[in-house]
């Protein structure tokens, strides 16, 4: 199972039971379908329902991205795993202050922990970063309300970030903070773009549960986005996302010149750099790891569809919810 | 007290009662992950294969349950006989359906890969067994939280093996 990513303008088409891509100059490109679990759509592409039913038969999700190539939206297959239940016991640890602040309060150590993981593989003057978001953490704990929490984790956030003009090794990736409407430089790029490809990530693993994915417990649970995502999406932004551009760049295989400026003041990856990431990020997701207690080799992409089922298991009184705290 | 005779089950829960109090709990609470298994994928192709010949093939009656093979016998396609306790007594509760229905009809399980076939009769011993079985089901369903995991020896088979045995090690 794998993503497709399309950046040139064309169409997507059914033949039969499965789909080609046709780019501008006519040249045909037939995709097969049952190995697909997500299309990301960078490009300009024309499409009609009869292709849309056939991802929803299959169940492939389809993502959009506008030309900037941030996040647009996603075209999900009606979802085959409904459950009124969990959505009552789902509603139930959100009403409740006590149970959402315990679940928020988890999605915040797992994403401590791999953010501090992260400072720890970069030895040299770390020390005092990795101290400063220890003295914070301590507090995480004592934390009464959900933006009181919110608060703390901004905290160790930008702290966090300051660390990162220590693991980067080439200056011209340094940066002075985190900006993100719109992001200036190219670290702010990468991280954005990132994110939100994180964030459909979680999304896609998310619609293969029962969850609901509207209702969140450290994120505002709104209308507009499926907010679950961004709570679980914490937890990995730090462990997949982060790694990985530091890594990019420590390489050397992502370069000024996969970047572009809009009125010298938005900075964004172009085509390239794009490609570059994706083609790391998908290797990433695949690999895989010894589960310690399933015995098994699992992907980190399987990795967050068990961070679903822990979720799940806490809320209908199972098992308690911990975070997974990356142990390799 | 239970009336047995207001029970209704489906001939799957009646397999998941004999298999796992756990599985059956997580099922009738509507958290399933037998769609992407391959080996429910497998059953399926099985019974789209084999046994075309046969008159009636998947007969749904009362909503409830769906007999593979339906003619002078009730019977049932199994791609093996691992779990043959189980498929005998889902098979003796079609059979208990159809009687109280007034049809009486002898079942037969069937092993294709196995060249196999067994037969079941619904005595009257049988029939206490499935009414013991209906307010079994009954009461795993109605506890308010899952039954606890026990190991056994087909859950890495099983698709809930991710589901039930993911955990985190302080």
């Known amino acids: 199972m794998k993503d497709i990513f399309i950046f040139n303008n064309g169409r997507l088409k059914r033949t039969d039971s499965t ?3 046709i780019d501008a100059d006519g040249k045909k490109k037939t995709i097969p379908i049952v190995q697909v679990e997500n299309i990301h759509l960078f490009g300009e592409i024309d499409m009609n329902t009869s292709f849309l039913n056939l991802l929803t038969q299959q169940g492939v999700v389809l993502h ?7 996040y647009s939206g996603s075209f999900i297959p009606r979802s085959k795993q409904v459950s009124g239940y969990i959505d009552v016991r789902q509603a139930s640890h959100i009403l409740d202050p006590q149970k959402r602040i315990f679940i928020a309060r988890q999605f915040i150590y797992g994403a401590v922990h791999h953010m501090l993981k992260n400072i720890r593989q970069h030895k040299d003057g770390s020390e005092v970063y990795i101290n400063t978001i220890e003295s914070v953490r301590v507090n995480i704990e004592n934390a009464k309300t959900i933006p009181e929490l919110m608060g703390m984790e901004g905290n160790i956030r930008k702290i966090y970030f300051q660390s990162f003009n220590h693991m980067i090794k080439n200056e011209f990736f ?3 903070k985190r900006e993100k409407r719109p992001p200036k430089d190219p670290i702010n790029a990468l991280i954005s773009f990132g994110n939100s490809i994180m964030y459909t990530t979680v999304l896609s693993e998310l619609y293969k549960t029962q969850l609901n994915p509207t209702m969140s417990f450290l994120h505002e649970p709104s209308v507009k986005r499926y907010s679950l995502s961004l709570d679980l999406a914490e937890i990995f932004k730090p462990l997949i996302i982060d790694g990985l551009i530091v890594s990019l760049i420590n390489n050397r295989v992502m370069k000024s010149n996969h970047f572009e400026y809009i009125e010298s003041e938005i900075c964004l990856l172009n085509d390239e750099g794009r490609k570059i990431f994706l083609k790391a990020y998908e290797e990433k997701l695949s690999k895989t790891i010894k589960h310690r ?36 | 007290m239970l009336n047995v005779d207001e029970l209704k089950a489906t001939g799957l829960s009646v397999q998941y009662y004999l298999v796992c109090h756990r599985k059956l709990w997580l099922s009738t609470h509507q958290i399933q992950f037998e769609q992407d298994s391959d080996r429910v994928l497998e059953g399926k192709v099985l019974h789209e294969q084999t046994y075309n010949k046969h008159g009636n093939k998947e007969v749904l009656i009362d909503n409830l349950i769906k007999i593979d093979l339906f003619g002078d016998y009730v019977g049932e396609v199994k791609s093996s006989s691992r779990m043959q306790q189980s498929d005998r007594m889902q098979l003796l509760y079609y059979l208990y359906v159809l009687k109280q229905a007034g049809i009486n009809k002898v079942g037969k399980l069937h092993y294709p890969k196995e060249k196999k076939v067994e037969e079941v009769h619904l005595t009257d011993a049988a029939v206490k067994e499935v009414e013991k079985v209906l307010i079994g089901i009954q009461v795993v369903k109605d506890k308010s939280t899952p039954p606890p995991l026990i190991k056994l020896p087909y859950c890495s088979k099983c698709a809930y093996y991710s589901f039930c045995w993911v955990g985190e090690v302080d």
Do not use: M
């Open chain 1, 64 to 70: 959009t991205y506008n030309y900037y190539g941030y």
């Open chain 1, 293 to 328: 207690t399933l015995k098994r080799q699992t992907s980190y992409r399987f990795l967050i569809r068990l961070e679903c089922y822990k979720l799940i298991k806490h809320i209908i009184g199972d098992t308690t919810y911990k975070p997974l705290k990356a142990w390799w």
């Open chain 1, 174 to 176: 340094h940066f002075v």
């Open chain 1, 19 to 21: 789909i080609q891509f």
